[in-house]
């Protein structure tokens, strides 16, 4: 199986699929999306055709080592984004080859289905519970919504008091919620806010700081009940040592469509599991990221939930989800668990002819709003 094409494509709404053939016809698809930035990936894909077309596809680990160690400068958000799609891609090629999926090659299940949570979106209580509602109506036990909108550096205790009237009006609809402070907390007020929401237990708070601010989650963790998620923004093992040093967070969530892919994302999961910390690997992308993460998800023991951007979120443009596949239902979600994939290779059918005529179309090249306060000062994403 020799390298023979590597090629990407930038579809709406703002996701980049990688697509590797080999001299042999055969193909496997993965997915390097970094939202925002999907044209500094495409341009690292130019180095890494250069290294591999003409390689041996089989040597998965060969290829992550030479594409991660091979030049001077590594890691980051862009170079770990287009590694990890080529990873999917191979890892993608040899389950088909073989005929099994790569959750067999990773040494088989120790679960048959994985636990689930969707996003849901809403700034007032009532928003947020028809949200939670149509959600739960979907298969799901489980949501996560922003824990505020909008909140300043130190900012009107009163919109702590939002923020625990909508987690209340979540959990009335029956279902469990994640709090995303998403970075844009800072420590006078995340303190404030996890303290407010501990009393009604939710599943835990993401990114109460941002994650180079380890101190500040340090002092937090010693302050609340509730896990605290990190790891989105990180890409790499090395870069997870760290926060599992700082013994700060309960639960990571690398992405791997930015952490390396399926090779990387679990060995952090396995360096997580000695640490007695679970994993819920971050995914708002497409059908080629979230398959990649069941593979994880169904074969690593602290394993704990996925994230999936099925339906009502991250619906740009008519684009979800389902938009690029031929199979959607391997997708179903019931009792809030998605069945292990198992058909060969990622598990997902791309409709490839599809793919091609949205490539570069209008809104491929999406990019994070900005927000500004009252005071016209810029927020956090």
Wanted: charged content about 25%; overall charge negative; hydrophobic content about 45%.
């Amino acid at each position: 199986m020799t390298i023979a094409r590597i090629e990407t494509f930038a579809v709406p709404p703002r996701w980049l699929f990688v697509r590797v053939e080999c001299d042999d016809g055969a193909v496997g698809w993965g997915e390097a999306s970094l939202e925002g930035h999907g044209e500094a990936v495409e341009g690292a894909f130019a180095s890494l055709r250069d290294r591999f077309i003409g390689h041996d596809a089989e040597r998965i680990e060969d290829i992550w080592q030479i594409a991660y160690r091979g030049g001077f400068y590594r890691g980051g958000p862009v170079l770990m984004s287009a590694l990890s799609g080529l990873d999917q891609a191979l890892w993608d090629l040899k389950g088909k080859a073989l005929g099994v999926p790569v959750w067999q090659l990773l040494g088989g299940k120790v679960r048959d289905a994985v636990p689930v949570y969707a996003w849901i979106g809403g700034d007032r209580p009532h928003e947020v519970a028809a949200a939670a509602r149509a959600r739960r109506e979907q298969g799901f036990k489980a949501v996560k919504m922003n824990a505020t909108a909008d909140l300043g550096w130190l900012d009107s205790p009163k919109a702590l008091g939002e923020t625990v009237e909508r987690v209340a009006a979540v959990q009335a609809e029956g279902v469990d919620v994640g709090l995303d402070f998403h970075g844009r907390v800072h420590r006078p007020m995340a303190k404030q806010l996890a303290a407010a929401v501990e009393p009604l237990h939710p599943l835990f708070i993401e990114e109460p700081l941002l994650s180079e601010h380890l101190d500040g989650i340090a002092q937090l963790a010693g302050m609340t009940h509730t896990p605290i998620a990190l790891g989105e923004r990180l890409h790499s093992r090395w870069d997870f040592k760290r926060v599992f040093e700082a013994n700060c967070v309960d639960i990571i969530q690398p992405d791997l469509s930015h952490a390396g892919g399926i090779s990387e994302c679990r060995r952090i999961a396995a360096m997580a599991e000695a640490y007695d910390v679970a994993v819920a690997p971050h995914c708002p992308l497409g059908p080629l990221a979230l398959a990649a993460c069941l593979q994880i998800g169904v074969t690593t023991p602290n394993h704990v939930i996925q994230e999936m951007s099925i339906g009502i979120h991250y619906n740009v443009g008519g684009n979800d989800l389902l938009t690029y596949m031929t199979d959607p239902g391997v997708f179903a979600v019931a009792d809030g668990m998605v069945k292990a994939l198992e058909r060969p290779g990622l598990g997902v059918e791309i409709d490839e002819d599809k793919v091609r005529a949205a490539a570069g179309a209008e809104g491929a090249g999406w990019r994070n709003p900005i927000w500004r306060g009252p005071d016209g000062a810029m927020r956090e994403w």
